[in-house]
């Protein structure tokens, strides 16, 4: 299991995370809809960490997720993350790289100047809950996609 890059255990009646530090290569990980409380220490642990799913369990505190620099996607939406207090202090390592984050339907989504300090926060913002921030976009391209632009580019070079 060492050597896994991607978990998806959702809908598994998970109650905590434990057994997942020794996964050190992951870069995706995915536990919703578990009953999961805590975001356990060994978290910590997992360096190359990009997307982090967490969304719909029990978690009442962000945490435990200092060193993770490579993070960019973090989903904590639908638990009961009660205020964005210590929030500042929990994404000290991601501000410079998380680029989407998932907090609806927490009551800390409800407080007044949410997603005014979570832009703060977080400059790098591209998406806040299920919207795009204005000014921002994201563009996904496949490898075929930039293969048949350079093909295309190519010919309307040599014509």
């Not at 989903?75 to 964005?84: C, E, H, P, S, V």
């Not at 000014?135 to 996609?145: A, C, H, I, R």
Request: charged share 20%.
């Amino acid at each position: 299991m060492t050597k896994l890059q991607r978990i998806s255990l959702q809908s598994n009646r998970l109650e905590t995370m434990s057994g997942l530090g020794a996964c050190t290569l992951l870069v995706e990980l995915y536990l919703s809809h578990n009953g999961i409380w805590t975001m356990d220490a060994q978290l910590t642990q997992l360096k190359n960490l990009k997307v982090l799913d967490v969304s719909n369990n029990r978690i009442s505190k962000v945490e435990n997720l200092h060193g993770l620099t490579q993070l960019e996607d973090l989903w904590l939406n639908d638990n009961q993350i009660a205020g964005l207090e210590g929030l500042d202090d929990a994404l000290a390592d991601q501000r410079g790289g998380l680029t989407t984050i998932y907090l609806e339907n927490n009551p800390a989504a409800l407080e007044e100047g949410y997603k005014e300090r979570i832009m703060q926060l977080l400059p790098n913002l591209v998406q806040l809950d299920a919207d795009v921030l204005p000014g921002k976009f994201v563009v996904q391209l496949t490898v075929p996609d930039v293969q048949r632009a350079l093909m295309c580019q190519r010919q309307s070079l040599s014509t």
